[in-house]
C-alpha cells in the first residue's frame, strides 16, 4: 500500500462548477498537508498548506484536513478553464520528508 | 528571475551516454531536493541536500546516479550509462530548513529522452 493514494483522474467538469479533490494516507507521522499545482510541461506549485484539521480557506480553494480519517480534500468554486491542471496532495513526516500523491488531472470546459 | 533553475530543459540521448543537469536554487535556501516524474505520476525523491551535505539517498538512486552541490549552491545531477527506464523529468526544488510552512519551491524540469 502507497502511503499516500489519490485518484488520478482524470476529472472533467464544467466552468463555475465545484471541484472536489481528495487523498489518503496512512501514515499517522504525517503533520503538515500541502496541496500542489502543475501545469503541463512545468514544476508543481504550491496552492495550499495547513497542519491541523479543519478547513482553510483561501479565495475559491478550501483546504481540508481530517486526521482521524487520515484524509484531506482540495475543494475549488467556481472553477475556471485556467484552474485546468495536475493537482498533487503531499505530505510531510516528522523527519521533514515529503510524500505526494500521484496527481489529479482536472480540466475545466469553458 | 529569483526562483530555482534547471539546466537544460530536455535532453535527448542515446543509451549508454552520460548526462548531466544542474540546478540553481534560490540563493537563501540552504536545503536542495531532487525528485524525478513519470508520466501520471507524482514526483518521486531521489536525493536531498542540507547546504553542501548529501544527507539522504532513495533506494531509486541507483549507482549510476550521483548528486553533487559542492559549495553549496548549485547541484548537478549526473546518469552514467543512461537506459530507457531512465525517461523522465527531473525536478530540482529548495527550501529553508524549516519546512513547517510547506514551501518547496520546484524548478521547471529537466525532461530526460533516452532513445
Known amino acids: 500500500q502507497k502511503e499516500v493514494e489519490q485518484d488520478p483522474g482524470p476529472l472533467s467538469v464544467p466552468e463555475g462548477a465545484i471541484v472536489s479533490l481528495n487523498c489518503t494516507y496512512s501514515?499517522?507521522?504525517?503533520?503538515?498537508f500541502m496541496w500542489y499545482r502543475q501545469y503541463s510541461r512545468k514544476g508543481p506549485e504550491l496552492l495550499m498548506y495547513?497542519?491541523?484539521?479543519g478547513n482553510k480557506e483561501d479565495g475559491r480553494f478550501t483546504a481540508q484536513v481530517d486526521k482521524s480519517s487520515k484524509y484531506i480534500s482540495l475543494f475549488i468554486r467556481d472553477s475556471q478553464p485556467s484552474d485546468s491542471a495536475t493537482y498533487l496532495c503531499?505530505?510531510?513526516?516528522?523527519?521533514?520528508?515529503?510524500?505526494f500523491g500521484t496527481g489529479t488531472s482536472l480540466t475545466v470546459i469553458p | 528571475d529569483t526562483g530555482v533553475s534547471q539546466d537544460p530543459r530536455h535532453k535527448i540521448t542515446k543509451r549508454g551516454q552520460n548526462v548531466t543537469f544542474r540546478c540553481d536554487p534560490i540563493?537563501?535556501?540552504?536545503?536542495l531536493y531532487w525528485y524525478r516524474q513519470t508520466l501520471g505520476q507524482g514526483p518521486e525523491f531521489l536525493t536531498y541536500?542540507?547546504?553542501?551535505?548529501?544527507?539522504?539517498k532513495s533506494r531509486l538512486l541507483s549507482d549510476r546516479f550521483s548528486a553533487e552541490r559542492p559549495k553549496g549552491s548549485f547541484s548537478t545531477l549526473e546518469i552514467q550509462r543512461t537506459e530507457q527506464g531512465d525517461s523522465a523529468m527531473y525536478l530540482c526544488?529548495?527550501?529553508?530548513?524549516?519546512?513547517?510552512?510547506?514551501?518547496?519551491?520546484f524548478g521547471e524540469g529537466s525532461r530526460l529522452t533516452v532513445l
Open positions: 495547513t497542519y491541523s484539521s
Open positions: 526544488a529548495s527550501s529553508l530548513s524549516n519546512l513547517r510552512s510547506g514551501e518547496l519551491f
Open positions: 503531499a505530505m510531510i513526516d516528522t523527519g521533514n520528508q515529503f510524500y
Open positions: 501514515n499517522s507521522a504525517f503533520q503538515y
Open positions: 540563493s537563501e535556501h540552504n536545503r
Open positions: 541536500f542540507q547546504n553542501e551535505a548529501q544527507l539522504e
